[in-house]
């Protein structure tokens, strides 16, 4: 589908009303193909490190809270994935033009859930800087079934709490600010590309006050 200006109104009228919403096929096939093999490649590098909540200068890991991993994407350096960038910049405009919200910058991770891991219940906001207002997550599990886990499960503050399946090319955004999720156990490695929309960069807030 043609992701018109009528598109992406239908998807934020939805966030409006539900807090979250899913976009299905979300990359073109050759651009999430080029993504896993740069997550793969990586991998094998080494550089993912254990997450950690908090932060810039408050992080600590606690494995009872999450068990992922995560390599911090860097748009100057990566340039391999310019057209994920490119996509982000898109979501990014839609947000600032129908939202009527001025988001200035984003951060993403590359996530990887290994077999046991989650994330429990929380908020996406860090109380000492409380700048994330969009959650983004593009799911990577090819063949994704019932029974490997790792489904993300969002609680609305008025209605139940649903479970989102971490389907392959899916993506979920939500809001930062107010709606609770977990990544509930992990049975088989779970990837994922997973960020955030900032309404100032982010190196501004940590050194704010
Ligand atoms: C997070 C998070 C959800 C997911 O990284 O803060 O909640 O489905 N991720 O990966
Ligand atoms: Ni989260």
């Not at 994920?84 to 919200?101: G, H, P, Q, T």
């Not at 910058?105 to 409380?130: I, M, T, V």
């Not at 063949?143 to 389907?167: C, F, Q, S, T």
């Not at 090319?169 to 509930?184: A, I, P, Q």
């Given at each position: 589908?043609?992701?018109?200006?009528?598109?992406?109104?239908?998807?934020?009228?939805?966030?409006?009303?539900?807090?979250?919403?899913?976009?299905?096929?979300?990359?073109?096939?050759?651009?999430?193909?080029?993504?896993?093999?740069?997550?793969?490649?990586?991998?094998?590098?080494?550089?993912?490190?254990?997450?950690?909540?908090?932060?810039?200068?408050?992080?600590?890991?606690?494995?009872?809270?999450?068990?992922?991993?995560?390599?911090?994407?860097?748009?100057?350096?990566d340039?391999?994935?310019?057209?994920?960038?490119?996509?982000?910049?898109?979501?990014?405009?839609?947000?600032?033009?129908?939202?009527?919200?001025?988001?200035s910058?984003?951060?993403?991770?590359?996530?990887?859930?290994?077999?046991?891991?989650?994330?429990?219940?929380?908020?996406?906001?860090?109380?000492?800087?409380?700048n994330?207002?969009?959650?983004?997550?593009?799911?990577?599990?090819?063949?994704?079934?019932?029974?490997?886990?790792?489904?993300?499960?969002?609680?609305?503050?008025?209605?139940?709490?649903?479970?989102?399946?971490?389907?392959f090319?899916?993506?979920?955004?939500?809001?930062?600010?107010?709606?609770?999720?977990?990544?509930?156990t992990?049975?088989?490695?779970?990837?994922?590309?997973?960020?955030?929309?900032?309404?100032?960069?982010?190196?501004?807030?940590?050194?704010?006050?």
């Open positions: 589908m043609e992701r018109n200006e009528l598109f992406w109104v239908g998807v934020f009228d939805q966030m409006a009303q539900e807090d979250y919403v899913v976009i299905d096929n979300f990359l073109k096939e050759e651009l999430v193909t080029k993504v896993m093999d740069y997550f793969h490649q990586q991998e094998e590098k080494d550089v993912f490190q254990k997450a950690a909540i908090g932060s810039a200068g408050n992080e600590l890991v606690i494995n009872e809270v999450r068990g992922d991993y995560t390599f911090w994407l860097d748009q100057h350096r340039l391999e994935l310019a057209e994920l960038f490119a996509a982000f910049d898109e979501v990014k405009s839609w947000i600032n033009r129908l939202c009527f919200l001025s988001l910058d984003y951060e993403f991770h590359l996530a990887h859930y290994p077999k046991g891991s989650f994330y429990k219940r929380h908020l996406d906001q860090f109380s000492e800087r409380n994330r207002m969009i959650s983004m997550i593009i799911y990577l599990n090819k063949g994704w079934k019932n029974g490997d886990g790792g489904e993300l499960r969002i609680y609305p503050e008025n209605a139940e709490a649903i479970n989102v399946e971490p389907l090319n899916r993506c979920v955004l939500f809001r930062s600010d107010t709606l609770e999720h977990e990544v509930l992990a049975h088989t490695d779970r990837r994922s590309v997973t960020g955030w929309m900032l309404y100032q960069p982010s190196i501004i807030a940590a050194i704010r006050p």
